[in-house]
């Protein structure tokens, strides 16, 4: 299937074109016809699956012909609720890639800045709000915003928002909003939690679903390395002193671990920035950007400020700490090995975060395979040998693209990189059949 089968209109085909984008996702060719029908939506889609352009494109059409048939007015008609200020800013530029004929204004707010221009726009008119839950209240609560004219309203990342704390904001918010309207509703797991919220809000949706969590990518090498934890920073050394490793976004479990690897990889030579919460929303978009043009090599991140960092070209993700939710491992992983290309995932696991392996390796179904050929082995090499045993009786014996040992693929699709980028990805980004990145606005 083409876009142009899925009756959008001239001004939105143009842009694709533009943009070089034929083929939809699975999840876009699935969700977009649902969204023009004016029918609720509850989309169960990770990172790398096309989210945003799913659900940006059929907004912007339906809000561009009933433009056409009413006088403009300056009235929010849609309004876009994410978790973090990093998702806000890359869905606001995918509805600038994807609405850029159609004359629709949008508008980003987030916390962490002045609110002066974001105040200022709003005053001029906005059609489209993408908004964080913390500023979107504050700028409610300042009578700068009313959502009395929504028509449509997006959660995007439900889950996150959850883990983050903002579903009470979220409901305070959807408080303030039209019951009658059509709510799209997107989230990477549905735990009871979410369910349950989805259930309160959506009237009779239609639900779409694409891959699940528990799978990785076939295209992604990854590998696990058994360090003690005082080691991890050499090992992390002794890594990067690979030259063809241009590039790599290695996690951390908290803030500060993040800002100790950049000091210490900075020690040594290697040019790094951190990205999370207690960055300001400048030193955010500048360590994000310097990465991306390669000025700083390595980025370090913890998993919430990690959620709309979408890296054309990513080859290497590190998990300098293994996560202690094992769906937060795919997720991360999910980073690389978009689009059909490769990627590498290196692991490192000290005696303390054994359990948060077995855990992963339940989830994934797969054999992790173990790097023993670096030169900081874990001391407790019993401890070791122990751990790969269980690896090989919980994994499928797993090689190290993913497959099962009896050479079945596990289902890796969402994981692909596409156009409109994941749920973290942002909505601007490549296709599996296009060669080149969506542009900035």
Do not use: W
Not at 174 to 193: D, G, H, N, W, Y
Not at 263 to 275: N, Q
Not at 383 to 407: A, C, L, P
């Amino acid at each position: 299937m083409l876009f142009q089968d899925l009756n959008l209109i001239e001004p939105i085909l143009k842009a694709l074109k533009t943009e070089g984008y034929t083929q939809p996702t699975p999840i876009q060719e699935q969700s977009i016809p649902i969204i023009l029908d004016r029918k609720d939506l509850l989309g169960c889609a990770q990172t790398g699956t096309g989210k945003t352009a799913a659900f940006s494109i059929p907004l912007l059409q339906i809000l561009y012909n009933e433009r056409a048939q009413h006088k403009e007015q300056k009235t929010i008609k849609a309004l876009i609720l994410t978790p973090t200020r990093e998702l806000a800013i890359q869905i606001d530029e995918s509805l600038a890639a994807y609405g850029r004929h159609t004359g629709l204004k949008h508008l980003v707010i987030f916390g962490g800045v002045s609110q002066n221009p974001q105040t200022e726009a709003l005053r001029r008119g906005v059609d489209i709000l993408v908004a964080t839950p913390g500023r979107l209240l504050d700028l409610m609560n300042q009578k700068y915003v009313h959502l009395d004219q929504v028509k449509f309203l997006v959660l995007d990342e439900a889950d996150r928002m959850l883990d983050m704390g903002f579903v009470h904001d979220v409901k305070k918010v959807i408080a303030k909003v039209p019951q009658k309207r059509q709510t799209l509703f997107f989230s990477a797991t549905m735990p009871k939690e979410i369910q349950q919220l989805a259930d309160t809000i959506l009237n009779k949706p239609e639900k779409v679903e694409v891959t699940p969590v528990s799978s990785t990518a076939e295209t992604i090498q990854q590998e696990m390395y058994f360090v003690d934890k005082g080691e991890k920073r050499n090992l992390l050394t002794h890594i990067l002193k690979d030259k063809n490793i241009k590039t790599a976004l290695v996690f951390t479990r908290t803030k500060h671990g993040a800002d100790k690897v950049v000091k210490d990889l900075i020690r040594e030579g290697i040019t790094a920035e951190a990205i999370h919460g207690n960055k300001s929303q400048n030193a955010r978009q500048r360590a994000l950007s310097n990465f991306k043009n390669r000025t700083t090599r390595i980025l370090v991140a913890t998993d919430i400020a990690a959620r709309g960092i979408d890296v054309d070209d990513l080859t290497h993700v590190i998990n300098y700490e293994l996560p202690n939710v094992p769906e937060t491992y795919v997720h991360r992983i999910g980073r690389t090995g978009r689009a059909g290309a490769s990627g590498i995932a290196f692991s490192f696991c000290d005696h303390e975060e054994r359990e948060f392996l077995k855990d992963i390796q339940k989830l994934i179904a797969v054999s992790i395979p173990v790097n023993d050929a670096h030169p900081y082995p874990m001391k407790q090499m019993n401890s070791v040998d122990r751990i790969k045993e269980e690896m090989k009786n919980q994994g499928s014996g797993g090689s190290r693209n993913g497959r099962s040992s009896d050479g079945s693929r596990n289902s890796g699709g969402g994981n692909r990189r596409s156009f409109g980028g994941g749920s973290g990805g942002g909505g601007n980004r490549r296709s599996s059949g296009s060669g080149k990145p969506a542009p900035k606005s």
